[in-house]
């Protein structure tokens, strides 16, 4: 240290050449070892960034899956297709690869002219990725469009809802939209429960989803709309509607309400007066609620099927008579009063009763509240919430208090099942499912004293033309011609609401039927208006096509219909 | 001994890459491959579908019966009626033995040139 001089400031480094060599390597190792972690950071940073790219795959605002999406076939109880999924191409296209509009305007269209030529050129121009132009073709305008040869059009395939009965089972399937979403019927529930939650997750695709089995008899529902329909032309009514149920069970085995649509054209649903009448309509079924008035009343005990009831002058209220339409004006005795169907007699018996365990009894059945089926269309009943002498007089034959015939037709199907409520369903249903929703209405006894006086009704009262259509399937039921309320008021244009509630074959109850015809017309001038003569008639019918098909062989042993009279009534 | 190893080394390099090529290829092609099956299968799959829907179109009962409804007069075709239901009950069962003195009787018949399943044969004529 003691050489060191003034001007020392600057130090004097010797570098041997090995060493300058030493360091000119590592500054290349660094600069090296710089470069290639700039390019690794380059390619993390690109990885990074291609992780948040969130690619487009939504088609005009759905999931791509949502639109492939498929439903679950829809079959009745026998196995046959009510609702099939079919995979048709739909044509859209990417305008921003289109490179001449103008010329694949005029291409396409011959191909799909009827597509209108400022709309198509509208949709084509632009910078949009995507855009539908037809949705729904058929495989052989895929092979047409094909050939074009136009850039930027291309196919997918959607699944389209195909119902090949066609209007046959309208009110009961539904109908879906365009995106494969149920809109009305059993398609609505099922995405309700849990398609639809599949579809949004994507699990819905091809072939996967299994069939779902309905309680509905395909070749039943078939006879029910050929013969409601031949109902409507013969009796000139405005609808007509009917439904049949597995009394034991519960299952709905068909529905049908005229007119009805074309669920593979869905909009034709909109169109007035093409309601489901069985459940979504609520109508005074008339005389039919007798049937209720007297389970009612021989259950609780106050009434027995062997009194007498005066029925010699009508029933006054205020400035009111109600009096009998079929009258006989004499003292009838209980059958004698369900087979005429008199309301003097049936107000006898209910005041016997008391009106508010007739209220009860209502409420009992259910009448109170909608009927919940599996289909959303429903509605609420109109039934007082408590009576008056008077409303509990009228509501005995069916006046003044509205239910829908799906609440009528499960009331029918317990009074006829041994007493037993059980709630409709258009699914299938064991027995012993059944079994466990069971809730007791009325005893064994009433329930057998009912068919004996439905029976009885079909032998000799107002059923007698039905009977003689079904003759050998020992059908037993009870007429109701009501008068229709137009703005609160009773119409007595002739125009009434005819229904015909039954059950066969009674001697081994197994189904309950409903049949409604609205503002039926005489077939001709011999016949007559009443139920008995188009509601009635029209039961018959059904029952004589549709009975073979049910496995109900025609008895016409006279001694059946004895049997069926129990002890209390001989 | 360094210079075997280096030889060795690229021979393996070498290898190596033709065999990752040849499978690379061998990938691509199975994959298109599996893309051209796939194509069909939906494709198949898009014809079943609609085969299916003919078919159920054509079972269907709304289908068949205008068919029957429109050939009633050609056919001769009635509606059942319920006379014409009946069960195996009422069909009278199989005497237990045979009935030796009418099979007698028939035997001689038939021997003395007498058929009696003729009869009504000759009635139609």
Request: a negative charge.
């Amino acid at each position: 240290m003691a050489i060191i001089s003034a001007d020392a400031n600057e130090t004097i480094a010797l570098i041997g050449a090995r060493k300058a060599r030493s360091n000119l390597t590592k500054a290349r190792i660094r600069w090296v070892i710089a470069v290639l972690v700039a390019v690794f950071l380059v390619v993390c940073g690109r990885l990074v960034q291609l992780g948040y790219v969130d690619t487009d795959t939504t088609i005009e605002g759905q999931t791509r899956d949502l639109i492939s999406a498929t439903r679950p076939p829809i079959l009745d109880r026998n196995g046959m297709e009510m609702a099939v999924d079919i995979r048709v191409p739909s044509l859209f296209a990417e305008p921003r690869r289109i490179i001449d509009v103008d010329e694949a305007v005029e291409k396409i269209r011959t191909v799909l002219p009827d597509l209108d030529r400022n709309w198509l050129r509208n949709r084509l121009e632009g910078n949009k990725g995507f855009v539908w132009i037809k949705r729904e073709l058929t495989p052989a305008i895929e092979e047409k469009i094909m050939r074009l040869g136009i850039p930027g059009l291309d196919f997918l395939t959607e699944s389209k809802r195909f119902y090949p009965g066609g209007s046959e089972a309208s009110h009961i399937l539904g109908a879906v939209n365009i995106d494969n979403q149920g809109i009305a019927g059993i398609e609505r529930s099922m995405d309700k429960e849990d398609v639809a939650l599949l579809q949004s997750i994507g699990l819905a695709r091809g072939q996967a989803l299994a069939p779902v089995n309905l309680s509905i008899d395909l070749r039943v529902q078939h006879a029910m709309h050929d013969q409601l329909a031949d109902a409507l032309v013969r009796y000139q009514a405005v609808a007509a509607a009917g439904a049949i149920m597995d009394i034991h069970t519960g299952e709905v085995i068909a529905m049908v309400s005229l007119p009805d649509f074309d669920p593979n054209d869905p909009s034709t649903a909109l169109v007035e007066g093409r309601m489901n009448r069985i459940t979504s309509g609520k109508f005074e079924l008339g005389s039919t609620f007798k049937t209720i008035a007297f389970a009612a009343a021989l259950d609780s005990g106050s009434v027995r099927i062997g009194d007498s009831f005066d029925a010699r002058f009508g029933v006054r209220f205020g400035r009111f008579t109600i009096d009998d339409f079929h009258g006989k004006h004499r003292i009838l005795s209980v059958p004698e009063i369900y087979k005429y169907s008199s309301n003097i007699g049936t107000i006898k018996m209910m005041q016997t009763m008391g009106k508010d365990n007739y209220r009860a009894f209502l409420t009992r059945l259910g009448f109170d509240d909608p009927l919940v089926t599996e289909l959303p269309e429903r509605t609420t009943t109109n039934v007082p919430k408590t009576f008056s002498e008077i409303v509990a007089a009228t509501a005995s034959f069916g006046h003044g208090l509205s239910i829908t015939p799906m609440h009528m037709l499960a009331a029918y199907a317990a009074l006829a099942n041994g007493g037993n409520y059980i709630t409709p369903t258009f699914y299938r249903r064991t027995p012993e499912e059944a079994q466990a929703l069971y809730r007791r209405v009325v005893s064994p006894q009433t329930s057998a004293e009912i068919r004996s006086l439905m029976r009885l009704n079909a032998l000799e009262g107002s059923g007698t033309r039905m009977n003689k259509l079904s003759d050998g399937y020992r059908v037993g039921g009870k007429t109701g011609t009501a008068e229709k309320v137009v703005n609160g008021r009773y119409v007595t244009n002739g125009l009434n609401l005819n229904v015909f509630a039954s059950v066969f074959p009674l001697d081994a109850p197994e189904y309950a039927m409903i049949v409604l015809v609205d503002e039926p017309k005489r077939e001709n001038a011999q016949s007559g208006d009443t139920a008995g003569w188009n509601a009635g008639e029209a039961t018959g019918r059904i029952v004589a096509r549709i009975a073979p098909m049910l496995g109900i062989a025609p008895n016409f042993d006279n001694s059946i219909d004895d049997r069926l009279v129990p002890n209390s009534m001989r | 001994m360094i210079r075997t190893l280096n030889i060795v080394f690229t021979l393996t390099s070498i290898a190596a890459l033709v065999g990752v090529y040849a499978l690379k290829y061998s990938v691509e092609e199975t994959a298109s491959a599996k893309a051209a099956i796939e194509h069909t299968i939906s494709r198949q799959e898009a014809d079943l579908s609609l085969l299916k829907a003919d078919w159920a179109y054509l079972n269907q009962p709304a289908h068949v019966g205008p068919i029957v409804t429109r050939h009633v007069d050609q056919l001769g075709l009635q509606p059942l009626k319920q006379a014409q239901i009946s069960s195996f009950d009422i069909i009278p069962m199989r005497p237990e033995a045979p009935d030796n003195d009418a099979m007698t009787a028939l035997f001689e018949s038939l021997e003395s040139g007498n058929d009696p399943a003729d009869a009504p044969l000759q009635g139609l004529q």
